[in-house]
């Protein structure tokens, strides 16, 4: 028996598997482009307890063989074309959140998997809520292809899961922080935030009207193995909520730790929104546990330690 992680190599991937592992899981890591830079970083020496898979999610047969070959129960389809393809290709992108997620689910439902927990996407929503948490049931106001790809695949998993009793929740994730993230938008930030800090050097910060909602990888891990693990849930999409707070809070936040920081803030705003999870809380018992000050302190530490540095906070 194994619980399969598809984007196990990747970032949100690595903290699932985190979770899984230390829940006593056994688990395969299905990869297109399989690494080892976000696992390591991630879940330590533990890393090489996992079986790591090569393979492409719309190639359908070679799920199915690595579900037969591993006798896998549970699936936690994190593996999806980011904003970045999804603007550059979005063919490719359909090809993969459209075409490749009905194919994991179609293989849910023929091959008895007792339940796949996917990445959606606070994305869904759009932007522009302001400070009022956008509830879970909240209109969907897609902004660009790779939310409108997230809801279809919301859409796809509602009618599998009513019309063929297949079992599958999403997980709303917002803005996932931590070690091995993507250097990519919200991995350009934390890296000007936290590691040119860390390490003296000049920071331009994005953003600084804004009031991201800074969920910890750990936290978004947790909140995958949770649903992994709870009983049938009512509802088949999952707001997965961190901590929400102003970009000015963070970056003062970082001078209390590093008051010689040289930190340029720039004017304007990103699009984040806050997010209410107590459906989330009453279906599968998830709150997030990280701050975004033990966010930040952690990251700054992590850059600090392997740079002979000490530590701060
Ligand atoms: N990072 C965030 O803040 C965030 C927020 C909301 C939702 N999400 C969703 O979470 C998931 C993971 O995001 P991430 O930030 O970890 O991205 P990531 O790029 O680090 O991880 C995605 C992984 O999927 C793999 N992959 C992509 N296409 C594949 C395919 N066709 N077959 C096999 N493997 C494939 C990639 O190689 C990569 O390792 C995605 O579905 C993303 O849409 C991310």
Redesign the pocket.
């Known amino acids: 028996m194994a619980y399969l992680v598809?984007?196990g190599?990747?970032?949100?991937?690595s903290w699932v598997v985190k979770s899984l592992l230390e829940r006593g899981h056994k688990v395969v890591a299905?990869?297109?482009?399989p690494g080892r830079h976000?696992l390591d970083q991630v879940v330590g020496k533990r890393a090489d307890e996992v079986t790591i898979v090569q393979?492409?999610?719309?190639h359908m047969h070679r799920v199915i063989e690595t579900i037969r070959e591993h006798k896998v129960t549970h699936i936690a389809h994190?593996?999806?074309?980011?904003l970045t393809l999804c603007h550059a290709n979005p063919v490719h992108a359909v090809q993969?959140n459209g075409l490749?997620f009905a194919n994991m689910l179609e293989i849910c439902r023929s091959m008895d998997i007792e339940r796949m927990v996917w990445?959606?996407?606070?994305?869904v929503f759009g932007g522009n809520w302001g400070d009022k948490p956008v509830p879970n049931d909240a209109p969907f106001h897609p902004r660009n292809v790779?939310a409108g790809l997230?809801i279809l695949g919301e859409t796809l998993a509602a009618q599998y899961h009513d019309a063929y009793g297949t079992d599958v929740i999403g997980l709303?994730?917002?803005?996932?922080n931590g070690h091995g993230?993507?250097d990519h938008q919200?991995g350009r930030m934390i890296k000007e935030l936290c590691e040119k800090t860390a390490l003296g050097q000049p920071a331009t910060v994005p953003w600084g009207d804004d009031t991201p909602d800074w969920?910890w990888g750990g936290d978004a891990g947790e909140a995958t193995a949770m649903a992994l693990e709870a009983k049938p849930t009512k509802v088949r999409a999952l707001n997965v909520p961190g901590d929400s707070a102003p970009m000015s809070k963070a970056v003062a936040y970082v001078k209390s730790l590093l008051p010689d920081a040289d930190i340029t803030v720039q004017p304007g705003k990103m699009g984040f929104s806050r997010f209410d999870g107590s459906v989330t809380e009453k279906e599968i018992g998830y709150t997030p546990k990280w701050t975004m000050e033990m966010q930040l302190r952690e990251r700054i530490n992590r850059v600090r330690e392997e740079n002979g540095l000490p530590l701060v906070g």
């Open positions: 598809t984007g190599t990747g970032f949100i991937g299905f990869d297109w482009a976000a393979g492409d999610l719309t994190i593996a999806a074309a980011g993969i490749g990445a959606s996407s606070a994305g790779y997230k709303r994730y917002s803005f996932v993230m993507p919200g969920l």
